[in-house]
């Protein structure tokens, strides 16, 4: 157990929907990163925030979006879906920005888009 | 920007046996190196990880890799698998810049285990 909770484990939902994929980072990691692992894409970084603000994208989305709240939990929010979404979403937290940094991920939420 | 490649999609070998899973990468700035295993229906964790220092790096459950600057490469081994080494391993590096916190991952290696 890495100590990162997701939410929920798995997600069905229809083409057109939006979603929210929740994350809670271990205690006192200021750190969250998004994911997406897909069979076209592999594992790809989509975002990184740090204590509450945006610090670094990826190849995310504009139907994607993300935020870190006060109490550092993270949300990814995923609109008008697409098939192409259907993947494992991964979130990963580490304690800050420092160079022994390691990051730990979480079960991840797998998404379903029929 | 940095890349990874794992020129192995899958490894089938038998219990026992010894095994490499293959990365190579390519960056313009220094990185750090890691490699991440998958269990089944699991998240990633963390297996080894080259930061500085001697190029050997030991990780958990047996393994080992070998960063070797001049190749751009960090190959993966174990001496003697087993049957639970069967999961999906990912190679992943970072580039040493402060701003820049992204993992870049390989493709994956299957590793599978036959008794």
């Known amino acids: 157990d890495s100590g990162v909770t997701q939410t929920p484990k798995h997600l069905i939902t229809a083409t057109g929907q939006r979603v929210t994929l929740r994350c809670s980072p271990r205690?006192?990691?200021?750190?969250v990163y998004w994911y997406q692992q897909s069979l076209d894409q592999g594992l790809q970084f989509l975002i990184q925030?740090?204590?509450?603000?945006?610090?670094a994208k990826g190849n995310i989305l504009e139907r994607f979006s993300a935020q870190q709240f006060p109490d550092l939990h993270s949300e990814l929010n995923l609109s008008s879906l697409e098939l192409g979404d259907s993947a494992l979403y991964f979130c990963?937290?580490?304690?800050?920005?420092?160079?022994?940094?390691?990051?730990?991920f979480g079960p991840g939420t797998r998404l379903t888009v029929l | 920007a940095q890349s990874v490649t794992q020129l192995d999609s899958q490894v089938p070998v038998f219990e026992e046996a010894p095994v490499e899973l293959r990365c190579n990468y390519s960056?313009?700035?220094?990185?750090?190196l890691f490699w991440y295993v998958q269990y089944p229906n699991q998240g990633l964790q963390l297996l080894l990880k080259?930061?500085?220092?001697?190029?050997l790096v030991k990780g958990i459950n047996g393994f080992e890799a070998e960063f070797n600057k001049s190749q751009t490469s960090f190959h993966l081994r174990k001496p003697s698998v087993h049957i639970s080494d069967t999961a999906e391993y990912f190679c992943?590096?970072?580039?040493?810049?402060?701003?820049?916190?992204?993992?870049?991952f390989g493709q994956g290696t299957r590793l599978t285990i036959n008794p």
């Open positions: 080259y930061l500085s220092g001697s190029t």
């Open positions: 992943a590096v970072r580039a040493h810049s402060e701003g820049a916190q992204k993992l870049v």
């Open positions: 925030y740090y204590n509450g603000e945006e610090r």
């Open positions: 205690s006192g990691d200021l750190s």
């Open positions: 960056s313009s700035v220094s990185v750090y």
């Open positions: 990963a937290s580490s304690a800050g920005q420092g160079r022994y940094n390691e990051q730990f």
